[in-house]
């Protein structure tokens, strides 16, 4: 709307000068040609009661263009009208938690030994004291069954009176069959050292040959490593007169003995025993 001059407002009505009045005395018009010469450039600046409250009041949020809360793309399928939880800050409820299973590779990869019967091999020297002192000591303690027979020689199939002779190279043995839960084969082995005399070479009291040496054969790797142990040990703590002589070797081939000398002292208590086997007594052996 074009303004009016002082001129022209003494021209009009009372009542349009008194509206024009106030507009003319709070605005200032500049009128200036534009940079591209095509027209005037207006220069307002107007202050009015609204525009000061509106300053002093901020900016107001219009509800129809307010930003969206941003979407991320993984989460499109949630309920974005509920709040999110964080499970970071919830407390572990230990009734719930994952349990831990507490077994170690070392233990689920530690060799374990097999359950059920196992066997062990003794020379002492004749077989029908050793087999008689052995049952009399663990029948009802872990001994299954034992049988007397011929090991660590180079001949097939030998018998009673070529093993006599020296010349198979066997020794007069006992095989028992044992309960490992009932029975320890490191027990095995101290009563062994405790029933006859291991310093001797080829020898218990009167019976001499190589039939007659002291021998443990082991059936395994932990039996070789135990036996190994308490011979060291029986030969510090308890034959410290002599030394053990007692020779530790893999069982090699077994040979059962002839049936008369099965349980022969069970069968003919008056028949022979060597004197050397007898139980010694001694102090526990160190741990």
């Given at each position: 709307?074009?303004?009016?001059?002082?001129?022209?407002?003494?021209?009009?009505?009372?009542?349009?000068?008194?509206?024009?009045?106030?507009?003319?005395?709070?605005?200032?018009?500049?009128?200036?040609?534009?940079?591209?010469?095509?027209?005037?450039?207006?220069?307002?600046?107007?202050?009015?009661?609204?525009?000061?409250?509106?300053?002093?009041?901020?900016?107001?949020?219009?509800?129809?263009?307010?930003?969206?809360?941003?979407?991320?793309?993984?989460?499109?399928?949630?309920?974005?009208?509920?709040?999110?939880?964080?499970?970071?800050?919830?407390?572990?409820?230990?009734?719930?938690?994952?349990?831990?299973?507490?077994?170690?590779?070392?233990?689920?990869?530690?060799?374990?030994?097999?359950?059920?019967?196992?066997?062990?091999?003794?020379?002492?020297?004749?077989?029908?004291?050793?087999?008689?002192?052995?049952?009399?000591?663990?029948?009802?303690?872990?001994?299954?069954?034992?049988?007397?027979?011929?090991?660590?020689?180079?001949?097939?199939?030998?018998?009673?009176?070529?093993?006599?002779?020296?010349?198979?190279?066997?020794?007069?043995?006992?095989?028992?069959?044992?309960?490992?839960?009932?029975?320890?084969?490191?027990?095995?082995?101290?009563?062994?050292?405790?029933?006859?005399?291991?310093?001797?070479?080829?020898?218990?009291?009167?019976?001499?040959?190589?039939?007659?040496?002291?021998?443990?054969?082991?059936?395994?790797?932990?039996?070789?490593?135990?036996?190994?142990?308490?011979?060291?040990?029986?030969?510090?703590?308890?034959?410290?007169?002599?030394?053990?002589?007692?020779?530790?070797?893999?069982?090699?081939?077994?040979?059962?003995?002839?049936?008369?000398?099965?349980?022969?002292?069970?069968?003919?208590?008056?028949?022979?025993?060597?004197?050397?086997h007898y139980v010694r007594k001694f102090p526990?052996?160190?741990?």
């Amino acid at each position: 709307m074009a303004m009016s001059t002082p001129q022209q407002q003494r021209h009009m009505p009372a009542f349009l000068a008194r509206l024009l009045r106030p507009f003319s005395s709070s605005a200032r018009m500049s009128l200036s040609p534009d940079s591209s010469g095509q027209g005037m450039k207006k220069d307002l600046s107007m202050k009015t009661t609204t525009m000061a409250s509106n300053s002093m009041a901020g900016p107001e949020t219009n509800s129809s263009t307010s930003m969206a809360p941003m979407e991320n793309d993984s989460m499109s399928g949630m309920d974005n009208t509920k709040p999110m939880e964080n499970n970071l800050s919830k407390p572990v409820d230990s009734g719930t938690a994952p349990r831990m299973d507490t077994a170690t590779a070392s233990d689920d990869m530690a060799p374990s030994k097999p359950m059920g019967p196992q066997k062990a091999t003794f020379a002492a020297g004749c077989f029908w004291g050793v087999e008689h002192i052995f049952r009399k000591r663990f029948s009802g303690h872990g001994l299954l069954d034992s049988s007397v027979g011929y090991c660590g020689g180079d001949t097939k199939n030998p018998k009673y009176n070529a093993v006599c002779s020296g010349k198979t190279g066997h020794a007069e043995a006992l095989q028992i069959t044992y309960d490992p839960e009932k029975v320890s084969y490191r027990k095995l082995v101290e009563f062994f050292y405790m029933m006859h005399d291991p310093t001797t070479i080829d020898r218990q009291g009167p019976d001499a040959g190589s039939q007659y040496r002291s021998a443990i054969f082991f059936h395994d790797e932990e039996q070789e490593k135990i036996a190994l142990a308490i011979t060291k040990k029986v030969d510090e703590e308890w034959w410290r007169n002599g030394k053990v002589v007692t020779v530790v070797a893999p069982i090699g081939q077994w040979y059962d003995a002839e049936s008369y000398h099965q349980k022969y002292l069970n069968n003919n208590p008056s028949g022979y025993e060597c004197p050397s086997h007898y139980v010694r007594k001694f102090p526990y052996l160190s741990e």
